[in-house]
């Protein structure tokens, strides 16, 4: 039976569900391979992917999950060349692109909490928001992708008549000091705000990668990126040493590992190996150099 | 007393709290002025607005608001002039670009089932997803923004650690059917996946503005842009003939309406009143002219 490629929950196949194997999966439309760990392609991309411990560079936090792509193992599971971005892996790239959710399966053999004790199952959607290279202590190179699960009341919310109310959540409640987690939450949101603003004043909205300024009718614009990333596993700080001013292409390429950072601020465009320019800078803006090669660390061998 | 200008919600001041006057919201920090509807500026953003029946051109469904901005009125709340992208406006389009949240305050004199019967409530916070002009029939341009609840679940995952779980919703449960809305949900989701997929594949990521491709790793990319928005209270379709292969440049220009197009598809920069050059077609992507008009109307006289 061909498989016919769905983004999003396959109805009567709720958050949940079991599945006794991978053949199971495929006939239910949940993913097109009873092998690999990615459903999808370059051109449409990644519809689900299954955690079963095949990579011990996974991480599995429940709403978090540092996923590894695939491809480099020999028959026996060994790494034993680098992982490309192709096939699967640019077929998640995709997915984090479009902002389309991935089905996450977990399998009885990965090794964690999380993981039901037998067979397969169905844990909701999530949508991809970073990937990097690493490089493992054996020196190959695979790709991570960093998931955050999709809650319910915003996947309906996404889709619905303005007039629709919000949807009851299905998860269970914490055991959290709700006023705690809120004071930090605004403390953390102004924290980043100011930092957004003295990026974007010191550098007047002005590319330090290609020197543009998107003109808009409110006046010009700009976006300020992350050096390191921020979260799990990155953990970079969200400080001005840590942060460009880039117009919103510039932004892609340098999340995207098309262009980085040298020592001495040179712009690298990492395809051609050829330093392309030089990074504008301001007096104010010191750029922590530990930030630029962790950065650089995720598209370099 | 001194405004500290504070983005998302104020420790103490949880959303449905209620307020007598304007000063008293001032004074718990909710909201910088005693007249204005929106407390922001161009540099650092919007953090709250009041709905309070200033505008007949409002629209209030609860999770989603049409806001209508600031300026052009006499004493007597009469429209005499055009609104324009400065103040307060300029500083609720600020929030859109950097997706900052703002305070929505509602008050007793709003025409609407969600307002108070006396005095002034916090309702909790929004974003502010869209902007553009509308022309009245009196022949004023207003500004309007398009704003939509955020989820208390939301906003703490934002700045959660990984290994912290979900958040109870304090939303009503509303009487619909899950399984219908979900099935909506996924076809809706599918035909937007398609429509993408055929905009990308003719234009082969090339952007129809400025003839850009952003070369990733992964493979090249774009983005797909609606001319004639989703949604309340635009309603744009989402086909192929309201869509545009755009740069993330390009695609905040003209969602922004830094560019407009004529019904010859040539290309208008909004500030300097020229034609920059002439819309890339391809002979299977016919564009909608009556889509192209309904941009331009946000954005011409």
Redesign the interface.
């Known amino acids: 039976m061909a498989y016919i490629r ?6 009567g196949h709720p958050e949940g569900t079991p599945y006794a194997d991978r053949e199971e999966l495929r006939l239910a439309g949940l993913h097109a391979h009873k092998q690999n760990g990615i459903s999808g392609t ?4 990644a519809d689900a992917i299954v955690l079963n411990g095949g990579y011990p560079d996974d991480l599995d ?4 999950i540092i996923y590894t792509g695939q491809g480099g193992q020999d028959s026996r599971k060994r790494q034993i060349a680098d992982q490309k ?1 192709t096939d699967g ?2 077929g998640l ?2 997915s984090q ?2 902002e ?2 991935v089905r996450v399966v977990r399998g009885y053999e990965e090794k964690s909490v999380h993981a039901p004790t037998e067979g397969y199952r169905y844990d909701g959607l999530y949508r991809v928001v970073r990937h990097w290279f690493k490089k493992r202590s054996d020196g190959f190179r695979v790709l991570q992708f960093r998931l ?2 999709i ?1 319910t ?8 008549q ?8 299905s ?4 055991q ?1 000091d ?2 705690k ?6 403390k ?3 924290r980043r ?1 100011s930092v ?2 003295n990026i974007k ?1 010191w550098h007047e909205n002005v590319c330090q990668i290609c020197r ?1 300024t ?6 010009p ?1 700009s976006e300020v990126a992350h050096i390191q990333g921020l ?2 596993p990155h953990n970079g700080p969200d400080c001005e040493e840590n942060a460009l001013c880039l ?3 510039d ?3 340098f999340d ?3 262009l980085y950072l040298t020592d001495d601020l040179e712009i690298m465009d ?2 051609s190996q050829q330093i392309i320019g030089k990074l504008k800078t301001h007096p104010k803006h010191s750029i922590g150099l530990q930030y630029v090669r962790q950065h650089r660390s995720y ?1 370099t061998r």
Chains 1, 2 share one sequence.
């Open positions: 769905t983004f999003g929950e396959i109805p370059p051109a449409e991309g936090d429940g709403d978090v971005l892996n640019a790239v995709r692109a479009e389309l959710p955050e699960k809650s009341s915003e996947i309906l919310r996404d889709f619905d303005a007039t629709d109310a919000g949807e009851p959540e998860q269970p409640i914490p959290l709700p006023a987690r809120i004071e930090r939450a605004i953390q949101l102004n705000a957004v603003r004043k543009t998107v003109e808009l009718p409110s006046g614009a979260g799990e117009c919103p292409n932004h892609l390429r995207y590992g098309a990492t395809k598209w």
